[in-house]
C-alpha cells in the first residue's frame, strides 16, 4: 500500500488533480482510496457523480456515535473508495481536529486492513498550518507528499511552507517529498518560474497540467476527465503522472 | 435535590439498557460520582511494569488527582510530572522539554528506569501532537523501553478510552517471541490469582507449570516473557482491547473467564477453559472441598441481607445470584451498567429474586441516596458502603484477584471478617488509593 498526501494553497485545483489521477490509477488496475481532509468535504465529488459521502465528522454531529465504515464509505468510480473527513460549522470548532478524529475513527474501524487498498491519497486542505494538518503527512499515514502549485505567487509561496515544514520533520521518519505538479493557469513564462522555484529548493516537477477546458466540462458533470473521455491528450497526461507515482521509488 | 432517587426494580432491567437507552447509564445528565467510588487509575495501571517510571505530561489541573493518589500509593520515586502553559500548547515547546525531562528522570533515578511510560492527555489530543516520533527518539538516545498512555477522558465513549488504551500500552511492551513453553497469561485484571486458588494446581495437573501475570513480575526479562505463553485468559472487559491486540501482534489466542462466585458458573468457566486450553481439567475435588467450607460460613455468617456494588471484583448480577443461591438476601444493587455477560444472571434474578431494587450509581439523583436509609447487614463494593450508611463493608477491590472454588471461600471469609471487625468505611476508602 502506498500513501499519499497532496497538499498546495487554495484552489489551486488539488481535488480536481487528486481525484483525476486517483481515477487514472483506478484504470491501472490498482485499488484506490481518496480521503478529503477538507471541512468542505468536497473532495471526492467527481468520483461520485455528485453523489454526496456522508463526512465522518458530520455523521458524529448528526448521530452523536461513532460511525461503522458503511456509514462513512462511498464507492464511487471503478471502485475508488471515497471518505470525506468534513469538520465544523465554519467559524467554530477546530477543523485541524476533525481530520485528527477522522483519522482516528479509521484507525479504530481498521479501514485500510478491512479495504485493502493499494494507493491511498490524502486530499489536503492547504497548509501545514497545525498538528491537525500535519496529522497526514505523519508516520504511519502518507508515504509521500504531492505538492500542486501553479506559477502564481501566493501559490508558490505556500509551495515553500509546505517543502518548509516538511523538511522541520525531515528527521522524524515523516512522509518525504515526491515532487511537485504544475496545474498551469496561462500566466507568462510560468513553466521556467515553476521550474526555477523547484531548482532552488531542489524539488522534482513530477508532472505538468495545461490548462484545458475539458477538465471544467466534465467536473461540471461531477466527473473527472479520465472517467468522462480517457482518451484525450490532457487524460494522457495524467495517466503519465499516475503511472509514474505507482511506480516504485520516488521520494526525495 | 430532594427529590426522589432514581432505582429500578430488577424486572425492568434489561432489553433497553443493552440497545443503548440510558436506563441504567444515564447519558444526559452530570454524573453523581460518590465518595466511594473510583478504582484503579491510569498511573498505577501503568506503572504494573516492573523497572518502570511514568512522565505524566499535563496542564497542572489535569495531574493534581492523578499526583495525589500516585504519590498516596507509594510511586513518588516512580512518578514525574511535566506542566503544560497555555504557552506551550499554542507553540507546540512542550514537546521539547520531553526529552530534557526524560534526560533528568533518568540521571536522577537509581537504579536507572528501564522502560518509560509517557502519559499525556486530552489536551494533546486535540493539538494532534507526535508523541510517536517522541517516543521512538528517547527510546533510542537513553536505550530504554518507551511506550505511549493517555489520560483522556474527552475519548470516554470511544473504543480507545484511557483505562482500556492504557492495558494495551503496558501489554505492548512485550515481544513476540520465537520460542513457547505452554505457558499461560492471565491479563486484565491487576493482581495475579490469589496463590490459594486452586487455579494453579488444577492447570499444573494438567501440565501447564507457567502461568504469568504482570504483577507478578519483578523484571523487565520476566515481562518480556509473557511472550513466550501460549494463551491469555482475560479476566477483565478492560483488558480486551489490549488481549485483542496480543493476540494479533504476539499470535495468542484469548478467552474472556471472568472470577465467577456462583458454583455452577465456576463449572462451566472450568469446563469452557477446558475446551480453549484443549486439556483435562480435574476440578470436581476442589468443588466437594469448597461445598463443605461454604457451609461452614453460611452457619457462621447467617441469614444476612447484602447490598452489592459495582466497583468490586465480581460482576454485580453474578455475584448478587450467587449469594442468593447461597441463601442470603439481597435487597439492593447498585450497577452503572449491563454487559452481554450479566444478561443470564439478570434473567436469574428477574425469575427467583423480583424484589431486588437496582440503583444506578452515577445516577444525580443518587446525591440524595442517604435519605433513603437503605439498610443492610453488609455491603460488598465501596461505593455500597457508602450509599447504605452504617452497613459494615467488604471492599472487594481489585487489589487481589479470588477465582475459582476457592474464590468463593476467600469472599465468604472476607464477608465473615467484615461481620466480626467492622472498620469505619472513611478508613476503608482511604486504604483502597482509589481513583476517579
Known amino acids: 500500500m502506498k500513501k499519499i498526501a497532496v497538499y498546495g494553497k487554495g484552489g489551486i485545483g488539488k481535488s480536481t488533480i487528486t481525484s483525476s489521477l486517483a481515477a487514472a490509477i483506478s484504470m491501472l488496475g490498482f485499488k484506490v482510496m481518496q480521503i478529503g481532509c477538507d471541512p468542505k468535504a468536497d473532495s471526492t465529488l467527481k468520483l461520485t457523480r455528485g453523489e454526496a459521502v456522508m463526512p465522518v465528522m458530520n455523521y458524529l454531529k448528526e448521530k452523536g456515535y461513532y460511525p461503522s465504515l458503511q456509514d462513512i464509505v462511498v464507492e464511487g468510480f471503478n471502485g475508488i473508495l471515497c471518505i470525506e473527513a468534513g469538520g465544523p460549522t465554519p467559524g467554530i470548532g477546530c477543523a485541524g481536529r476533525g481530520i485528527i478524529a477522522t483519522f482516528n475513527i479509521l484507525e479504530e474501524l481498521h479501514a485500510f486492513e478491512v479495504y485493502q487498498p493499494d494507493i491511498v491519497f490524502y486530499d489536503v486542505l492547504g497548509d501545514v498550518v497545525c498538528g491537525g494538518f500535519a496529522m497526514p503527512i505523519r508516520e504511519g499515514y502518507a508515504d509521500e507528499v504531492i505538492i500542486v502549485t501553479s506559477g502564481e505567487k501566493m501559490a508558490l509561496f505556500a509551495a515553500r511552507n509546505i517543502k518548509t515544514a516538511i523538511d522541520n520533520f525531515a528527521d522524524r521518519n515523516y512522509a518525504s517529498l515526491r515532487g511537485l505538479i504544475l496545474n498551469r493557469r496561462n500566466m507568462p513564462d510560468e513553466g521556467k518560474i515553476v521550474g526555477t522555484f523547484a531548482e532552488e529548493l531542489g524539488i522534482k516537477i513530477i508532472g505538468d497540467i495545461p490548462r484545458d477546458n475539458n477538465i471544467a466540462i466534465f467536473e461540471e458533470q461531477n466527473q473527472t476527465v479520465i472517467e468522462g473521455n480517457p482518451e484525450l491528450p490532457i487524460s494522457h497526461i495524467i495517466m503519465d503522472i499516475a503511472q509514474n507515482l505507482v511506480a516504485e521509488g520516488g521520494g526525495q | ?436
Not at chain 2, 431494587?357 to 441516596?369: A, G
Not at chain 2, 453488609?378 to 452504617?390: D, P, S, V
Not at chain 2, 468463593?408 to 482509589?434: C, F, K, T, W
Open chain 2, 1 to 436: 435535590m430532594n427529590g426522589q432517587v432514581f432505582s429500578l426494580p430488577i424486572t425492568e432491567v434489561g432489553e433497553c439498557d443493552l440497545k443503548g437507552s440510558p436506563k441504567l447509564s444515564p447519558q444526559n445528565y452530570m454524573h453523581y460520582c460518590s465518595p466511594g467510588s473510583g478504582g484503579w487509575g491510569i498511573i498505577r495501571v501503568a506503572l504494573l511494569v516492573p523497572e518502570s517510571v511514568m512522565l505524566f505530561v499535563s496542564p497542572a489541573a489535569c495531574g493534581r488527582h492523578g499526583a495525589i493518589a500516585g504519590f498516596h500509593l507509594g510511586f513518588k520515586k516512580r512518578l514525574f510530572f511535566l506542566q503544560i502553559s497555555e504557552n506551550d500548547v499554542v507553540t507546540g515547546q512542550h514537546l521539547d522539554k520531553i526529552t530534557l525531562a526524560t534526560a533528568e528522570i533518568l540521571n536522577s533515578v537509581k537504579p536507572k528506569p528501564r522502560a518509560m511510560i509517557i502519559c499525556s492527555t486530552c489536551i494533546d489530543d486535540l493539538l494532534g501532537s507526535d508523541y510517536d516520533t517522541i517516543s521512538t527518539r528517547i527510546a533510542k538516545d537513553y536505550d530504554i523501553a518507551v511506550r505511549l498512555c493517555r489520560m483522556d477522558p474527552i475519548t470516554r465513549e470511544r473504543k480507545t478510552a484511557p483505562e482500556f488504551s492504557v492495558q494495551q500500552a503496558i501489554y505492548d511492551f512485550i515481544p513476540h517471541s520465537t520460542t513457547s513453553d505452554s505457558g499461560v497469561n492471565i491479563v486484565g485484571c491487576f493482581a495475579p490469582i490469589e496463590e490459594d486458588s486452586e487455579f494453579y494446581e488444577v492447570l499444573c495437573r494438567a501440565g501447564i507449570n507457567k502461568i504469568r501475570h504482570i504483577a507478578a513480575c519483578s523484571s523487565l526479562e520476566e515481562l518480556y516473557s509473557m511472550g513466550c505463553s501460549t494463551h491469555n485468559i482475560l479476566l477483565k472487559p478492560a483488558g480486551r482491547l489490549a488481549a485483542q491486540d496480543m493476540e494479533r501482534k504476539l499470535g495468542l489466542p484469548f478467552c474472556f473467564e471472568p472470577v465467577v462466585y456462583g458454583m455452577d458458573n465456576i463449572t462451566g468457566a472450568y469446563s469452557r477453559l477446558e475446551q480453549f486450553l484443549e486439556v483435562k481439567l480435574d476440578t470436581e475435588r476442589f468443588r466437594e472441598e469448597v461445598l463443605g467450607e461454604i457451609r461452614y460460613y453460611q452457619r457462621r455468617l447467617g441469614q444476612i441481607s447484602i447490598a452489592v456494588g459495582e466497583s468490586i471484583n465480581a460482576s454485580p448480577f453474578e455475584l448478587a445470584r450467587a449469594l442468593s443461591e447461597y441463601g442470603f438476601a439481597v435487597p439492593y444493587i447498585f450497577a452503572d451498567q449491563l454487559l452481554d455477560f450479566d444478561q443470564e444472571h439478570l434473567r436469574w434474578l428477574q425469575i427467583n429474586r423480583p424484589n431486588i431494587r437496582v440503583f444506578t450509581n452515577i445516577h444525580p439523583t443518587m446525591v440524595d441516596i442517604l435519605e433513603e436509609k437503605l439498610t443492610v447487614d453488609l455491603a460488598i463494593g465501596l461505593e455500597a458502603g457508602y450509599f447504605c450508611a452504617g452497613a459494615k463493608t467488604v471492599p472487594l477491590t481489585l487489589d487481589s484477584q479470588p477465582y475459582g472454588y476457592r474464590g468463593v471461600i476467600s469472599l465468604l471469609r472476607q464477608m465473615l471478617d467484615a461481620v466480626n471487625n467492622p472498620r469505619s468505611h472513611r478508613e476503608q476508602v482511604y486504604d483502597s488509593g482509589l481513583v476517579i
